[in-house]
């Protein structure tokens, strides 16, 4: 089936706010096995409304639209809506009722405008909202479905999870049920090369790569009668893409992010670690205290964006700086070891490189960058040029910096 | 004029990916007087990237496509706009020189794949692309205007202000300008109730309030025959709000972000800077090393995320650590103090606080954060009840640093 996705709102129009309800929903849609062809953004208008939905059901099974619930006059989705459906807003009186508990709750009145809100179109289903006062609303007619959302976040999501999501599932044959298989340190082009075979001749399940920085993530999914039978389908293409990929899989988890995958390797091996930054200037310890109870093993980092700071706190010689640079394999591999010694912890990982947009020159040109990483006394170095604009440069090095760090605990350890 | 946005991309389709284009790009045509009825988002498919644009030149005067301008075969929107406006595509010789220098420059050899990229439809102009290969093009025909811009935004919007912007201003009537007012350390509600009466009765300029995490801009757009005049238009309405929000102004200049208004008023006074982070565990020097050249002033940076480092690299008293904890006006002041003589800069700033989504209690909640600031022997310290999830506590914190280093420089140095 086909779903399509209008995002009504003059606020998006004008660039006040950025459209994450359109990619929660996309990628709502995709999991449930939903196609999706077009999205588009229209304002509170009603001609610009009526034919952007009128299109939309002409090319598409279901139309989601979010936004334009609201009680003010400008708020017109659900009687566009229901013109083109050709139904009439009734009166609904559960609706009612929630809204007016909803206001009683929070000591409110409630105001008349309110009261446009619990109008829903006749023989349309009401979505209950438990995060504010816009229903949802969900009419079929001839095979086609329009779906009405709320336009804040906190109530558009509660409710597509709670209501819509089981609503489109029950609508097609079977379940859909997917897996991520999260690599690090490989590639996109690469990862795709090696699964060539298997993306060419897939129906069920599929395998969709993503590539992020620094990482692939490729999504198996499955579709069958029963959630049991999608797992059973699913295990041998994951089993088969960790044996490609082996330890490059850090995870296949959807909650599990790669630096969270570096805290968990390290708590569980009992290890701390710690971090010398220079061209990246925190990005790294940023990242690791991205997850929560980090502190179980992130000791110490240090910031050393100056020679002099690399020479005081990380020891860095001063013949290094002198005769190979800051940014050197060298002043990497005495980075790590000074932040072994310095930040007292069994895993340190030093990144030294050139972010640009000045500073670059044909031996060093900008996107070089030198990681180092020290377990347990062995230290490694690896050498990279980085593509993109300063923040690309340094969000790479972090993720390879983060990627190392992981090699290194699996090897030396 | 009428503009229309349609971004290209699977990426998009699938959610895996937010539209933060459509947001800039709309923002910044509203900023020039254009108006936008519909965005719209489809995939890299020929067929229907071709019926998108089709529509939009039937309804709109302008049309901006983002994405897919890419290297590879799914790069589709380049071939489907040109074979939309009727043009042949041809090698563009100085765009192909600067594709060719862009990876020589980078020690890389050059793809067969990336000569495609340097192909511009006959007729058209090529934009040049200063942060990465694909130009961006502008095809003119029969009233309608088509531009083509790369996806990355590193790379789109660099390109809008330099080259599309201006030729944008160019084709309508009298100019558009506009000079923004850059607030920090005020709420954007206090904002807005401060400049109430300014907005309740403005016609020409205009001033558009926009909330950033910490900051609130503040963008003055006046129209005009000649940009002299709309500069006097501009003029005193900028001085007036610069009367009114006093020293919380840090800039008026588009360029200029909080960390550079901080690292450049360091550099101006002579002084250097480290820091001594906990919970925000090196965002604070991250950002500072945003700004290219922040090597000149900021010296030294200390992620203590633990107790122990707290201690061990700053100085932080067992006994303040036991008896007021982690998270408290008094270890932030040591903290910071601390940093002052390990890092061995004239100003130095401190954070402490609670991130979440554990660890908060009925007396230190989730999002409670102190902030330090030493400034030549002076150490001021604030308490923050930020709001949100971990990220967005932690990016609170980070500007409220750097607007209390800011304020702190004014008044003690």
Redesign the interface.
Known sequence: MVVELISVGTE?????????N?????????GLGLS????????D?WE?LKA?LTQALERSDIVILSGGLGPTQDDLTKEAAASVMGMELKMDEESFKRIDAYFKNRGIEMTENNRKQALIPEGAMAVQNDNGTAPGVIMEKEGKRVILLPGPPGELKPMFEKSIAPYLQSLQPGIISSKTVKICGIGESKVEDMIQDLIAGQTNPTI?P?AKTGEVHLRVTARAEEEKEAKKLIKPVVKELKSRFGQAVYTTKEEVTLEKAVVDLLDANGLTIS?A?S????????R???V????KV?????????N??KR??LGVKKETLEKYGAVSEQTAVEMAKGCAFA??ADVTVSVTGI????G?T?EK???LVYIGCCVCGTTVVKKF?F??????I?ESSVSAALTLARECILKYH
């Open positions: 998006l129009l004008l660039g006040n706010i950025v459209n994450t359109a990619a929660y929903l996309a990628k709502e849609c995709a999706c062809y077009y999205q588009s953004v229209v304002g208008n610009r952007a969709a993503y971090t930054e061209c990246t200037g925190g990005m790294l310890g940023a690791l205290v991205n929560p109870g980090a502190s992130y000791k110490t980092g240090f910031v050393t964006y100056s002099k700071a005081k706190l930040g007292k972010a640009g947009p000045d670059g044909p040109p900008v996107g040029q593509i993109g604009n300063r923040a690309k340094r």
